[in-house]
């Protein structure tokens, strides 16, 4: 998380070397989960290199809700905040390299960098930001059929395709690998 906002202030570099000095480096393995669905949220992470999955049990079936790869951190954040059981799951998809900030180093920085505006600003940026795109997500579920949805993740998104083992990215698109595979197959026949 640091290192996006570094280049864009400077001035606050006293602080990024804090807390640059306060993450802790982590490497895991595919397949490794970092934080379990019930459980409560203490740390934020940032992804160096590799690939995160967001996933939930729902009714005993495994459903993807989003996938994060370099330079994009994520965290339960109602967990997180609240000090509640998390909604979801968070997983390496491939081997992946983590920058860790714990909670209270997290809500220490967010209350000493929170006094810049610009800083400030460039934090609402990202929430809406991050808003704008799971409600395109979320109306996307209702209004698009699968393979539409396939083909927008193809044109917005296509390194999901070429990083995500095919299990995952159905259960992302909340189909069948199966089903997948024929829609693969019809967009294929039509070139």
């Keep these: 998380m640091i290192f996006t906002f570094k280049n ?29 669905e019930g459980k409560t949220a203490q740390n934020y992470y940032f992804v160096e290199e590799g690939c995160l999955r967001v996933w939930f049990n729902n ?13 994009e951190g ?12 998390s909604m979801f799951t968070i997983e ?10 714990s909670k209270g180093h997290f809500n220490q920085m967010i209350n000493e960098l929170g006094e810049n505006p610009d800083f400030l600003k460039a934090l609402i940026a990202i929430s809406f930001e991050r808003q704008r795109h799971y ?9 698009d059929t699968p393979q539409q949805r396939y083909i927008n993740l193809l044109k917005e998104r296509p390194h999901i395709v070429k990083r995500v ?7 992302y698109l909340g189909i ?11 967009l294929a026949r039509k070139k």
Excluded: C
Excluded at 165 to 171: E, L, W
């Design 176 to 186: 069948t690998p199966v089903h997948l595979s024929r829609i693969k197959n019809k």
């Design 8 to 36: 864009r202030f400077p001035n606050l570099d006293p602080y990024w070397e804090k807390y640059t000095a306060l993450q802790q480096r982590l490497v895991f393995p595919a397949r490794t989960i970092l934080l379990q």
């Design 135 to 143: 409600m395109n997500e979320f109306l996307s579920r209702i209004r």
């Design 92 to 101: 390496t998809v491939e081997p992946t390299t983590v920058l860790v900030l």
């Design 59 to 71: 009714n005993g079936k495994d459903t993807t809700v989003q996938f994060f790869f370099e330079n």
């Design 165 to 171: 083992p095919q299990h995952y990215i159905a259960s």
């Design 74 to 85: 994520v965290a339960s954040l109602e967990s997180f905040q609240k000090n509640i059981p």
